[in-house]
């Protein structure tokens, strides 16, 4: 069954560490600036790069963003146009992250 389906920052973590997934972050340049996860690859949702998507290579596609809400809407966009068969938003975003106690890259 292929989809959009949203999961917390810990199964994010998780799948990453199992190399299961890989992150897309598409959060602003500035956002960037203030906090990363290391690894994330960084495609801002106001310029996004359709050549710019990680996965393909059997790894799940996780989008986060500041909250959750632009990963939500960039991974159903990514969907619904066709550019993959399912994606993750992560829940909360960065700040659920690192609410979380998992590691972020600070400036």
Known sequence: ??????????TAKQWVDAGEAVLLDVRE??????????????????????????????????????????????????IREGKVDEAYSMEGGIVAWAGAGLPVDQG
């Not at 292929?2 to 917390?8: A, N, P, Q, R, Y």
């Not at 956002?31 to 998507?53: K, T």
């Not at 996780?62 to 159903?76: E, F, T, W």
Request: hydrophobic share 40%; with cysteine; proline share 3%.
């Open 1 to 10: 069954m292929s989809g959009l389906k949203e999961i917390s920052a810990e």
């Open 29 to 78: 340049d500035p956002e960037l600036m203030q906090a990363r996860i290391e690894g994330a690859v960084h495609n801002a949702m106001s310029s996004f790069d359709f050549d710019n998507i990680p996965g393909g290579d059997g790894k799940k596609l996780v989008v986060l963003c500041a909250h959750g809400m632009r990963s939500y809407q960039v991974a159903d966009y990514l």
